[in-house]
């Protein structure tokens, strides 16, 4: 037999069973990207994890398969977060299992050598999972906030005086409240992973994909305090139910094309003063 079917054998069967235990939880991954708008960019992830794969077929071809029993441990630990996520009603844990379990079997099966080359992979596919309750309210609330605080702030420079309470802005005209859907959060996760292919695609250096990554973060927060911001101006100078209603909703896909122009603006800066930079792998 041709070693290449005697070898597809038991990847097959791998992925039967990849299937048989993850068919009902990626369907409802799939779901909360549709119904939870804070995660809509998950449907961006499979595509760009499968041009990752293709992309670096090459290194993939050479790399020397040698299976290890050395990753069981990580199978083990992907299958037990597994039960503790079915058993515990814990989405979160179901799904980050995916990523343990397939890293180990990459490990077991192809070795430390492969796993080596798809790690960034699984990291991109972590991407696509939702943040817990839990840790989503953490994060959300700071970012309420901050972009209140940093609204409140900018308003008085242009005439408006205000009176924040944590994250209600009160106006002379009407009370502003930055809800958990104005934290920014949505546009935080979007920018990000967004961050995270441009400078995959475009930049040449691992230190500067990271820098692209993690420069998205204070321009997603900066972005939604100017949102606030002219929200604000608005409900002041305007109409306050058009400021509430089409402002406010046309104002975040005006800042997330700002924010993307200024990730641009960030990776032309690192070209001028630093150069094209090294390819890394």
Same mark, same amino acid.
């Given at each position: 037999?041709?070693?290449?079917? #005697?070898?597809?054998?038991?990847?097959?069967? &791998?992925?039967?069973?990849?299937?048989?235990?993850?068919? =009902?939880?990626?369907?409802?991954?799939?779901?909360? %990207?549709?119904?939870?708008?804070?995660?809509?960019?998950?449907?961006?992830?499979? +595509?760009?994890?499968?041009?990752?794969?293709?992309?670096?077929?090459?290194?993939?071809?050479?790399?020397?398969?040698?299976?290890?029993?050395? =990753?069981?441990?990580?199978?083990?630990?992907?299958?037990?977060?597994?039960?503790?996520?079915?058993?515990?009603?814990?989405?979160?844990?179901?799904?980050?299992?995916?990523?343990?379990?397939?890293?180990?079997?990459?490990?077991?099966?192809?070795? @430390? #050598?492969?796993?080596?080359?798809?790690?960034? &992979?699984?990291?991109?596919?972590?991407?696509?999972?939702?943040?817990?309750?839990?840790?989503?309210? /953490?994060?959300?609330?700071?970012? /309420?906030?901050?972009?209140?605080?940093?609204?409140?702030?900018?308003?008085? !420079?242009?005439?408006?005086?205000?009176? @924040?309470?944590?994250?209600?802005?009160?106006?002379?005209?009407?009370?502003?409240?930055?809800?958990? #859907?104005?934290?920014?959060?949505?546009?935080?996760?979007?920018?990000?992973?967004?961050?995270?292919?441009?400078?995959?695609?475009?930049?040449?250096?691992? %230190?500067?994909?990271?820098?692209?990554? !993690?420069?998205?973060?204070?321009?997603? &927060?900066?972005?939604? =305090?100017? @949102?606030?911001?002219?929200?604000? $101006?608005?409900? /002041?100078?305007?109409?306050?139910?058009? #400021?509430?209603?089409? +402002?406010?909703?046309?104002?975040?896909?005006?800042?997330? !094309?700002?924010?993307? =122009?200024?990730?641009?603006?960030?990776? $032309?800066?690192?070209?001028?003063?630093?150069?094209?930079?090294?390819?890394?792998?």
């Amino acid at each position: 037999m041709h070693p290449a079917l #005697a070898a597809s054998g038991p990847a097959l069967l &791998v992925c039967l069973m990849l299937v048989l235990l993850y068919h =009902g939880i990626a369907v409802k991954l799939v779901t909360d %990207w549709y119904e939870l708008p804070d995660f809509s960019h998950g449907f961006l992830i499979p +595509f760009f994890a499968a041009f990752l794969l293709w992309d670096k077929r090459r290194q993939l071809q050479s790399t020397a398969i040698e299976p290890s029993w050395a =990753g069981v441990w990580l199978v083990t630990l992907g299958l037990f977060v597994l039960l503790l996520g079915i058993f515990g009603a814990d989405l979160f844990l179901q799904r980050t299992s995916f990523i343990l379990l397939t890293a180990g079997l990459v490990w077991t099966l192809l070795g @430390r #050598a492969m796993l080596g080359q798809v790690k960034f &992979v699984l990291f991109v596919l972590l991407l696509a999972i939702p943040l817990p309750t839990i840790l989503f309210n /953490q994060i959300t609330f700071p970012l /309420q906030i901050v972009a209140s605080k940093l609204a409140s702030s900018l308003l008085p !420079l242009a005439g408006v005086p205000v009176l @924040r309470e944590g994250n209600v802005i009160q106006l002379p005209t009407m009370q502003l409240e930055v809800a958990e #859907a104005c934290s920014g959060i949505r546009s935080l996760m979007s920018l990000f992973t967004v961050a995270v292919i441009y400078g995959y695609l475009l930049e040449r250096s691992n %230190w500067r994909r990271v820098v692209m990554a !993690l420069s998205s973060i204070p321009i997603a &927060v900066a972005a939604n =305090g100017a @949102r606030i911001f002219g929200t604000g $101006l608005c409900v /002041q100078y305007w109409d306050p139910d058009k #400021a509430m209603g089409f +402002f406010h909703e046309f104002s975040g896909w005006l800042m997330f !094309l700002v924010s993307l =122009g200024c990730l641009y603006l960030v990776h $032309l800066a690192m070209r001028l003063v630093l150069g094209e930079g090294r390819h890394t792998t």
